[in-house]
C-alpha cells in the first residue's frame, strides 16, 4: 500500500475529535430517532478507536466513558457494562487521572451496574462519583448529574 498523501496522525486526531463531538451531541439531545441511536453508538466508537491510535491514556479513558454513556443511552448494557469495565481498568494504570475523568469513570460503572441488575455495585460506585462531583465546580456538577443521575 501506498502511503497516503496526507499526515496519517493528523487525519486520526480529525476523525476523532469530530466523531467525539457528533457522540457527544446526540447523547446530549433531549430526543434522539432510532437512526441517530445508532449514529451516536457508531460515532462514540469511531473516535474511541481513533483516539487509540494517536492518544494518550487519558484520551482513551475519555472515549470509553462516552462509549459506555452511548451506550447507557442506546440501552445497551452489554456495552456499557464493557466500556464501563475498560474505563476502570484504565483509571487503575493512569496517573493523575483529573477528578472529573474520575467521576465519570464510576458515574458509567454506577449506571451500567445498574443496568445490568448489581445494585450493591451500583450504590458503591455512586458513592465515589457523589464524593467526586462534590469537589468540582458548580457547572460541571450540573452536567454530570443531568447525564448520570436520571
Known amino acids: 500500500m501506498e502511503r497516503p498523501d496526507f499526515d496519517v496522525a493528523e487525519a486520526h486526531r480529525w476523525f476523532a475529535i469530530e466523531c467525539n463531538n457528533r457522540a457527544w451531541d446526540l447523547v446530549e439531545a433531549e430526543s434522539r430517532t432510532e437512526d441517530e441511536l445508532q449514529e451516536m453508538l457508531m460515532a462514540a466508537s469511531t473516535a474511541a478507536w481513533h483516539w487509540k491510535q494517536i492518544g494518550k491514556p487519558l484520551n482513551n479513558l475519555r ?88
Open 63 to 150: 472515549a470509553q466513558v462516552l462509549l459506555s454513556t452511548a451506550a447507557i443511552v442506546a440501552d445497551d448494557s452489554v456495552q456499557a457494562q464493557k466500556s464501563a469495565a475498560n474505563c476502570l481498568q484504565l483509571l487503575g494504570e493512569i496517573e493523575d487521572v483529573p477528578e472529573f475523568d474520575r467521576a465519570c469513570t464510576h458515574a458509567v460503572c454506577a449506571v451500567s451496574s445498574r443496568m445490568n441488575g448489581e445494585p450493591d455495585k451500583s450504590e458503591q460506585h455512586f458513592a465515589q462519583f457523589d464524593e467526586l462531583v462534590a469537589k468540582l465546580d458548580e457547572e460541571s456538577q450540573k452536567l454530570l448529574s443531568s447525564l448520570y443521575r436520571k
